[in-house]
């Protein structure tokens, strides 16, 4: 890989790390003031870093555009839904646990999350919400995700680049996209605000596009800059 491409890669990279910080940080946390009036009534969903021919990632896209517009995006209005969707004790709508959608959804418990830990502890990387939040968390695993990014991204060796390109790739496949099809279609059916929506659909197109991109196909084209679709 030439080294004008390397940089770019690694630029598009920083970009969607920093879109999964948001994103992940939204899924794990209940939405305060601060983060409504930076993210939303002051506009910054409408420029995102990174583009992508992507369908998944223009929805996502057009769903946070929308979302900086519609009355809806009030702190209580996404602090209801944040509640209804992944934090209330009887059901919650789309629980953001890998567990849970690993086995029949009938039996609606917390499963062993060793599997994933394994991956992490293969790492020497540790859960810092270990004592409040699973490992196996859709958060959890956005979080250890840009940090192997953010390994990968320093490395200067090519063969150890590609060994880390396929780690990458194979915790994407094995804990994310196993699972985050049918949260993100649960997300979409149950959410009543258009902002849980366009971030459920941020995650999926950014973990797609990163699996992508770490692939070297060709299917999407990226690059960075502001979204002008």
Not at 28 to 43: H, Q, S
Not at 64 to 80: G, P
Not at 92 to 97: G, S
């Amino acid at each position: 890989m030439s080294t004008d491409i390397t940089s770019q890669q690694h630029s598009i990279l920083k970009g969607y790390n920093m879109l999964l910080y948001f994103a992940g940080t939204m899924i794990m946390y209940e939405p305060a003031e601060e983060c409504i009036v930076d993210f939303w009534k002051e506009g910054i969903l409408r420029k995102l870093p990174v583009s992508s021919t992507n369908p998944a990632f223009i929805r996502a896209a057009s769903q946070l555009r929308e979302s900086c517009t519609d009355k809806a995006s009030s702190t209580n209005a996404m602090s209801e839904d944040y509640y209804r969707l992944f934090t209330r004790i009887n059901k919650p709508l789309a629980p953001a646990y890998e567990s849970l959608y690993k086995k029949p959804a009938q039996t609606e418990r917390v499963l062993n999350d060793s599997d994933v830990s394994e991956f992490y502890n293969s790492y020497g990387w540790k859960n810092k919400f270990r004592h409040g939040m699973k490992d196996d968390h859709l958060g959890v695993e956005l979080l250890f995700l840009t940090t192997l990014i953010e390994k990968y991204i320093v490395l200067d060796d090519e063969a150890c680049r590609g060994e880390m390109r396929n780690e990458i790739r194979r915790f994407i496949d094995q804990h994310i996209l196993s699972w985050i099809p049918e949260w993100h279609k649960r997300v979409q059916e149950y959410s009543l605000t258009p902002s849980y929506k366009g971030i459920s659909s941020l995650i999926f197109a950014c973990v797609e596009d990163i699996h992508s991109l770490l692939s070297n196909r060709n299917e999407l084209f990226f690059r960075t800059g502001y979204l002008k679709n």
